[in-house]
């Protein structure tokens, strides 16, 4: 008939023919991380989003190392690597030289991994406090490259202990996308960061390494802390979000670990929402 056209599919179908097959690799028949090896960076204490990540993937199987900030923060962070036997490493992003070292460290005792998580955020308190307007130039910078501009860093140096195919996720938050009161310049930096995200994801297909951002809804973390009235959207999102509830770090560790499984291997360039819907109605 003029003006229909058929696939090649359709036409093998009705003719009988086999139809193309996809040469791709069985999905495993359980989801597991066995024989994977990450880097989870960010990790502050109990409460980080983090290290309900790094739980998630180690239950299922995964070899991990840790990063923490200082020594202030090593007092917390490492009875928690101890639990699951991970490699411990200290990273400032702001540090010259300390994010390359713990590259180094991995290349040299692991040769490759498959996957890294970036939950890292900052600004200048009296930055994050002040509407837009009044933020600073050096303190929107600061946000920009802890926040933002040490994912692509991550990026640049886990890609070459990657040659078959990885997976890089770094955190979001719905802030980026609508305007929540109080989050202020973390908005526009956090809009920088999925924007990354997309780019990373089209830069880094050919390679098969896949990018994502896990935006979860509000959880009580330490860096959440520092937001003003950051009780008021718990509280909002815990009314309104179609669950009426909010989501805990295990909810968002669990969707992590999936991510970086060969689960899903078809997927890139996602914002991944972990709220209990409240995207859909905030």
Same mark, same amino acid.
């Given at each position: 008939?003029?003006?229909?056209?058929?696939?090649?599919?359709?036409?093998?179908?009705?003719?009988?023919?086999?139809?193309?097959?996809?040469?791709?690799?069985?999905?495993?028949?359980?989801?597991?991380?066995?024989?994977?090896?990450?880097?989870?960076?960010?990790?502050?204490?109990?409460?980080?989003?983090?290290?309900?990540?790094?739980?998630? !993937?180690?239950?299922?199987? @995964?070899?991990?190392?840790?990063?923490?900030? &200082?020594?202030?923060?090593?007092?917390?962070?490492?009875?928690?690597?101890?639990?699951?036997?991970?490699?411990?490493?200290?990273?400032?992003?702001?540090?010259?030289?300390? !994010?390359?070292?713990?590259?180094?460290? #991995?290349?040299?005792?692991?040769?490759?991994?498959?996957?890294?998580?970036?939950?890292?955020?900052? @600004?200048?308190?009296?930055?994050?406090?002040?509407?837009?307007?009044?933020?600073?130039?050096?303190?929107?910078?600061?946000?920009?490259?802890?926040?933002?501009?040490?994912?692509?860093?991550?990026?640049?140096?886990?890609?070459? #202990? !990657?040659?078959?195919?990885?997976?890089? #996720?770094?955190?979001?938050?719905?802030?980026?996308?609508?305007?929540?009161?109080?989050?202020? #310049? +973390?908005?526009?930096?956090?809009?920088?960061?999925?924007?990354?995200?997309?780019?990373?994801? +089209?830069?880094?297909?050919?390679?098969?390494?896949?990018?994502?951002?896990?935006?979860?809804?509000?959880?009580?973390?330490?860096?959440?802390?520092?937001?003003?009235?950051? &009780?008021?959207?718990?509280?909002?999102?815990?009314?309104?979000?179609?669950?009426?509830?909010?989501?805990?770090?295990?909810?968002?560790?669990?969707?992590?670990?999936?991510?970086?499984?060969?689960?899903?291997?078809?997927?890139?360039?996602?914002?991944?929402?972990?709220?209990?819907?409240?995207?859909?109605?905030?």
């Amino acid at each position: 008939m003029q003006g229909v056209r058929y696939t090649h599919f359709e036409i093998c179908v009705s003719s009988g023919a086999t139809p193309p097959t996809v040469d791709s690799p069985a999905l495993p028949t359980a989801m597991h991380l066995r024989g994977k090896r990450g880097l989870i960076m960010g990790v502050a204490n109990e409460h980080s989003i983090a290290w309900g990540c790094a739980r998630a !993937m180690h239950s299922l199987g @995964a070899e991990l190392a840790l990063t923490y900030l &200082d020594d202030k923060a090593k007092l917390w962070v490492q009875p928690l690597a101890e639990q699951i036997d991970a490699m411990l490493l200290p990273c400032d992003v702001r540090q010259a030289g300390q !994010m390359e070292a713990v590259f180094e460290v #991995l290349a040299a005792r692991w040769g490759t991994f498959d996957f890294a998580l970036h939950a890292m955020a900052y @600004a200048p308190k009296e930055d994050l406090h002040a509407p837009l307007l009044d933020a600073s130039a050096a303190g929107f910078a600061v946000a920009m490259d802890v926040s933002c501009h040490s994912f692509v860093r991550m990026a640049r140096l886990a890609v070459p #202990l !990657m040659p078959q195919s990885g997976t890089l #996720l770094t955190t979001s938050y719905y802030g980026a996308q609508k305007v929540i009161g109080h989050y202020n #310049l +973390m908005g526009p930096v956090k809009a920088a960061l999925e924007a990354v995200v997309r780019q990373l994801a +089209m830069e880094l297909g050919p390679r098969r390494i896949r990018v994502h951002a896990l935006s979860p809804g509000p959880i009580r973390t330490r860096a959440a802390s520092g937001i003003d009235a950051f &009780d008021e959207l718990l509280d909002q999102a815990a009314q309104r979000s179609p669950e009426h509830t909010l989501v805990s770090i295990e909810e968002v560790g669990a969707v992590a670990a999936g991510l970086v499984s060969d689960w899903a291997r078809g997927m890139t360039g996602n914002i991944v929402f972990v709220d209990a819907g409240y995207h859909i109605v905030g």
